[in-house]
T-cell receptor, first 114, second 114 residues
Framework: TQLLEQSPQFLSIQEGENLTVYCNSS?????LQWYRQEPGEGPVLLVT?????EVKKLKRLTFQFGDARKDSSLHITAAQPGDTGLYLC??????????????FGKGTKLSVKP | DVKVTQSSRYLVKRTGEKVFLECVQD?????MFWYRQDPGLGLRLIYF???????EKGDIPEGYSVSREKKERFSLILESASTNQTSMYLC?????????????FGSGTRLTVV
């Protein structure tokens, strides 16, 4: 069974601070995605990383896929209250067996205080 | 703007009732999914479908069934609602691999069973 472990589970910081969220597994994933979910809404896709070592930037958010494609990180620079939400990582497992399923981590709940 | 629409944002049902949760997508996606989301447990896959009239059990199918008579619509049925089915229910769709990487989620249905 493929699992994704996210850390930390909760993070409360002040506006302007930097932070990093981690997503780790012992399994290899063909791709990995990051979602953000606001209270009472469904998750929204932020980014997909596919190649080992890949780095993608989305404004103040930087996403990295590990060289071995087993882990990923999300770094936020100068966090703002609008970054508050639940961040989920999700991995694509074996195409042949998964039928398009993603495997989700349990999420990191981020609170950015003004 | 592409969409996954869930029929209700909030529902309150009585124990023993048969409950229908409807989900419609306008992206011509093959794959559709039903998850429930509970604090501390993350997203758990209930059922998914990769084609019309096809369905596959996810991790927690007990007490649920699904129907996919048309490509755009995927319904979740709680045969006899119980209080432990109180949860946030999320529908998602995904295009055919490998082109369709990300899930598009609906806004969710917050179901309370009393």
């Amino acid at each position: 069974t493929q699992l994704l472990e996210q850390s930390p589970q909760f993070l409360s910081i002040q506006e302007g601070e930097n932070l990093t969220v981690y997503c780790n597994s012992s399994s290899v994933f063909s791709s990995l995605q990051w979602y953000r979910q606001e209270p009472g809404e469904g998750p929204v896709l932020l980014v997909t990383v596919v190649t080992g070592g890949e780095v993608k930037k989305l404004k103040r958010l930087t996403f990295q896929f590990g060289d071995a494609r087993k882990d990923s990180s999300l770094h936020i620079t100068a966090a703002q209250p609008g970054d508050t939400g639940l961040y989920l990582c999700a991995g694509d497992g074996n195409y042949g067996g998964s039928q398009g399923n993603l495997i989700f981590g349990k999420g990191t709940k981020l609170s950015v205080k003004p | 703007d592409v969409k996954v629409t869930q029929s209700s944002r909030y529902l309150v049902k009585r124990t023993g009732e048969k409950v229908f949760l409807e989900c419609v997508q306008d992206m011509d996606h093959e794959n559709m999914f039903w998850y429930r989301q509970d604090p501390g447990l993350g997203l758990r896959l209930i059922y998914f479908s990769y084609d019309v009239k096809m369905k596959e059990k996810g991790d927690i199918p007990e007490g649920y069934s699904v129907s996919r008579e048309k490509k755009e619509r995927f319904s979740l049925i709680l045969e006899s609602a119980s209080t432990n089915q109180t949860s946030m229910y999320l529908c998602a769709s995904r295009g055919a691999l490998p082109e369709g990487y990300g899930y598009t989620f609906g806004s969710g249905t917050r179901l309370t069973v009393v």
